[in-house]
């Protein structure tokens, strides 16, 4: 169970407080509603670029490390294709170091011509080493506009090609950062050994005076369902064939959601998984397999992907793949398959309450969602699930016609 209080500026900064007194430290936790799903389609990668834009310096801190490293503190940040997250950790008396410098980012960026060149330069070298240059790199670069059509999540949060960061203009910067970073779009969570009041008073001080930012409504194309497979092929300098099949699952606040989640666990999580055991161990078919959700606010991706070992061909493969997925639909999953993920999901999250910035992030994402006292009933939604649910979802998911697959064949083994 993790303890808050709530309370909001008048500018509209939602502030969470979470007292922990058997720590020295603190977190400050500051969730931007933006990420990778709200960018022009001809300008992605933005939300990424802004994350390092962010440490480049503002109005009247030209280099934000510098303080924190004076007061013990460390920062960092994350880019999704929902939401853009950053935090300071540092010892709690001197809390009043991070509500300075976030409040200083968020009140405006330095914005200038050097600092856009420099990590311009940083996100373009990031593109080709992560996703250009590297074995299977670019593999969301493929499945996702395979997968989706309509929908922003058909790019990745690198953006859909180097060019759109490349051309990045000043204009286009300070556009993205007057609608997006602003008070009313965010969520600010203190946690660790500080109390409500305190905290009340500094995000008063530090983050009220900032303009409130003007209101806009996200509205996204949504997809249309798929109604025939999707195929792709592509061959690269890589070691193995492989092979990608996504289903579009529903979103992060759907009840099914659950039951995804545990399914993915129940196919590969662990030696003992089905997938691990039947496709690797005893058919010897794969040196890797896994399948796993993409946890989307909006609809999502329920992905297989496996390395096929060498000799295996990919119709053999697949058709195995197929005839996992067939099994689900028609044999129910015991009682100990079940009981065995159920209890994995509940030590994760049991674990994930014991770290204080764990404790932070987790309460803004789902204040995001609707309510942060969601993150406290989380155990009780994946202990509802049952057999039957995973047969229905299986049955309602796994058709061929809803399939989009991507083919990553070696450059000797492609036709």
């Known amino acids: 169970m993790v303890d808050f209080n709530r309370f909001t500026l008048a500018n509209g900064l939602k502030v969470l407080v979470h007292e922990d007194a058997t720590t020295p430290m603190a977190v400050l936790n500051i969730l931007y509603d933006v990420g990778a799903r709200d960018e022009d389609p001809e300008k992605t990668g933005f939300a990424h670029l802004f994350e390092h834009l962010m440490f480049g310096g503002s109005v009247n801190v030209p280099n934000y490390d510098e303080p924190l490293q004076r007061v013990g503190g460390e920062n960092n940040a994350f880019t999704s294709n929902d939401i853009t997250n950053y935090y300071i950790t540092l010892p709690a008396e001197n809390i009043e170091t991070a509500f300075w410098l976030e409040s200083d980012r968020m009140l405006s960026l330095a914005f200038s011509e050097k600092s856009l060149d420099t990590q311009r330069n940083v996100v373009s070298e990031e593109f080709k080493q992560r996703y250009l240059n590297q074995p299977y790199g670019d593999v969301w670069l493929k499945l996702r506009p395979l997968a989706y059509k309509k929908h922003s999540y058909r790019w990745a949060t690198i953006g859909k090609e180097l060019s759109h960061i490349e051309h990045a203009t000043m204009g286009d910067v300070k556009a993205f950062f007057k609608k997006h970073y602003t008070p009313q779009n965010a969520i600010l969570v203190v946690g660790g050994n500080v109390n409500t009041e305190a905290v009340k008073k500094l995000a008063e001080k530090w983050f009220e005076p900032i303009p409130a930012g003007d209101k806009y409504v996200r509205d996204l194309v949504q997809e249309e369902p798929q109604t025939e497979a999707r195929e792709e092929t592509i061959k690269a300098n890589v070691p193995l064939n492989a092979i990608y099949v996504a289903f579009k699952m529903p979103g992060r606040l759907s009840s099914d959601y659950y039951a995804f989640d545990l399914l993915s666990d ?38 297989i992907e496996g390395k096929l070992v060498e000799g295996i061909t990919i119709e053999a493969a697949e058709k195995a793949i197929w005839a996992e997925l067939d099994k689900l639909k028609s044999v129910l999953v015991t009682d100990n398959e079940l009981t065995k993920v159920k209890n994995k999901v509940e030590s994760v999250l049991v674990f994930s309450e014991m770290s204080l910035l764990d404790k932070a992030m987790n309460l803004a994402y789902y204040e995001l969602l609707g309510d942060a006292q969601l993150l406290n009933q989380e155990a ?36």
């Open 380 to 415: 009780e939604e994946f202990l509802k699930v049952t057999a039957e649910d995973i047969k229905r979802i299986s049955n309602e998911t796994f058709s061929q016609n809803s399939s989009s697959t991507l083919y990553y064949l070696t450059e000797e083994n492609a036709q």
């Open 266 to 303: 129940i196919l590969s999580s662990g030696k003992s998984s089905r997938l691990h055991n039947s496709l690797l161990k005893e058919q010897k078919l794969f040196s890797d397999i896994n399948a796993y959700i993409s946890s989307s606010l909006d609809p999502g991706l329920f992905i």
